[in-house]
């Protein structure tokens, strides 16, 4: 058998790792991955926080249009931003932001008018703050924070662009409180030339070669039109795709525990849990 020169083992090692990598590819490159990036646009989360979770200058551009502040800068930003309740449920940002005078942002992309509900936009501010102040920390020192729900349709039925939405108080003629809390809605069913309906216009977007904005397009044609993005989105969508099929395990498994009928070892092989995780599961009931 004829030895290999080190070139040749190095030349055959690459052409093992090609083959290798173009395996793991087309693992999660699944057709009908591919054909649902074609049709994603910003206005789908989980598209949206692949796109912006390293792009601060897409969140950015998106406070200052929404805002009017055209000097506002980000300093912090971070998507699928878990934040925990003391008491009761957590929840997940789409988009949690911080700006230079300390403002902090939550945006958030609704396309369901139940996940826009105005006590929902009330509870993520209550977070906001109850995660803002240190142990012994002077309310003084509470930062503004700023709830901006992204809705696909006009759900405070206006037919505004943008609802902006403050504390006043009644008795002095709807003078502003002042606590620096603020809830913002965007309507995304708004048409117009202004810069918000043209952000409309590219959150609604399926071709980026058809959105007004620079950062937010090559944003965009990164993970729909190159190869690596396409790859990075499939494995978004296939770890989706298990967190999902890991949750309604769960849900089954809780609801068969509260049913009583069934043995914890039976459960686990009905579920595909382990025993352990359904004991554990039946101990946080």
């Known amino acids: 058998m004829t030895k290999l020169s080190h070139k040749g083992k190095r030349k ?13 590819s087309a693992s999660v490159m699944k ?6 990036i074609k049709r994603f646009r910003l206005m789908d989360d989980t598209f949206m926080s692949k ?4 792009a601060p200058e897409c969140i950015e551009l998106m406070l200052r249009i929404i805002l009017g502040k055209k000097d506002l800068k980000v300093v912090k930003s971070q998507t699928e931003y878990p934040i925990k309740s003391l ?14 005078e300390g403002r902090e942002y939550d945006i958030e992309i609704q396309r369901a008018d139940k996940g826009a509900e105005p ?17 012994g920390e002077d309310c003084g020192k509470l930062r503004d924070t700023y709830v901006i729900i992204i809705a696909e349709n006009d759900v405070l039925g206006g037919g505004r662009e943008v609802y902006r939405i403050d504390r006043t108080i009644r008795e002095l003629a709807g003078k502003a409180f002042g606590d620096g809390t603020h809830i913002i809605y965007v309507n995304c069913t708004a048409k117009g030339d202004t810069a918000v309906c ?6 609604l977007c399926h071709d980026s070669s058809e959105m007004y904005f620079d950062v937010l397009r090559k944003q965009v044609s990164e993970l729909k039109d190159s190869e690596e993005g396409r790859h990075a989105m499939c494995k978004a969508m296939e770890k989706i795709k298990a967190e999902g099929k890991r949750e309604n395990m769960l849900a089954t498994a809780k609801r068969l525990i509260a049913n009583g009928k069934l043995l914890l ?21």
């Open 87 to 100: 008491q009761g449920r957590g929840v997940r940002f789409d988009v949690f932001a911080r700006d230079s």
């Open 119 to 135: 006590k929902r936009a009330r509870y993520n501010s209550a977070l906001l703050d109850a995660n803002a102040l240190k142990s």
């Open 265 to 285: 070892k039976e459960i686990a092989e009905c579920t595909g849990l382990s025993l352990a995780q359904v004991k554990k599961l039946q101990a946080s009931m």
């Open 31 to 36: 057709p009908e991955y591919l054909a649902e």
């Open 198 to 203: 043209k952000l409309i216009h590219d959150l």
């Open 12 to 24: 055959a090692v690459k052409v093992a790792l090609g083959k290798a990598r173009a395996r793991r």
């Open 51 to 54: 796109c912006f979770e390293n």
